[in-house]
Antibody, heavy 119, light 108 residues
């Protein structure tokens, strides 16, 4: 059974870079898409982007230019970098798997990690 | 870009009632790559339905999904106390992927 776990700093300075890692336990990283989403306080879920095992990426147009997602299949991790952050990037960040067996629905999810952008 | 609009924003119901949640897409969702999630504050979102009408592993048959094209529905029969939560639809058939804004099912 695949399990995901996010890790990274809980506090980031404005104009800095938010960096998170998602560790994948169990299963193979080849085949599925590996995704990041977030939920700002009091708001709904927002899709950030995905990375495929070969490094192919796709991002939410609202974040293009600031976001990058990478993968290291040998370490079984994938990572999110979000540059030039502001308070609007404060959110709970989730990683999840999107597999063709479930029509690219997100399952499972990590527990989420709160990142606050503040000085 | 496909925009998903969920209605209503809030549904006030009692345990035992039936909840009917709508998700309307601004364009046809490719191959019914439409999923529904339950999200309880403080927990990870949980996949309920994929491919519009397929229940995910371990999801009770009180939950059902239907629809195709641009109009999709999540139905929750015989509401249990643990069903009062936020629900999101999401599409992965067209880039960029997207969530609806959510429907809150609250206790009346």
């Amino acid at each position: 059974q695949v399990q995901l776990q996010e890790s990274g700093p809980g506090l980031v300075q404005p104009s800095g870079t938010l960096s998170l890692t998602c560790s994948v336990a169990g299963g193979s990283m080849s085949g599925p898409f590996w995704t990041w989403s977030r939920q700002p306080p009091g708001k709904g879920l927002e899709w950030i982007g995905y990375v495929y095992h070969n490094g192919l990426t796709n991002y939410n147009p609202s974040l293009t230019g600031r976001v990058s997602i990478s993968i290291d299949t040998s370490k079984k991790i994938f990572s999110l970098n979000l540059r030039s952050v502001t308070a609007a990037d404060t959110a709970v960040y989730y990683c999840a798997r999107a597999d063709s067996k479930t029509a690219l629905a997100f399952d499972p999810w990590g527990q989420g990690t709160l990142v606050i952008v503040s000085s | 870009e496909i925009v998903l609009t969920q209605s209503p924003d809030t549904l006030s119901l009692s345990p035992g009632d039936t909840a009917t949640l709508s998700c309307r897409a601004s364009q046809v969702v490719s191959s019914a790559y439409l999923a529904w999630y339950q999200h309880i504050p403080g927990q990870a979102p949980r996949l309920l339905i994929y491919r519009a009408s397929n229940r995910a592993t371990g999801i009770p048959d009180r939950f059902s999904g239907s629809g195709y094209g641009t109009d999709f529905t999540l139905t929750i029969e015989r509401l249990e106390p643990e069903d009062f939560a936020m629900y999101y639809c999401q599409q992965s058939g067209n880039s960029p992927w997207a969530f609806g804004q959510g429907t809150k099912v609250e206790i009346k």
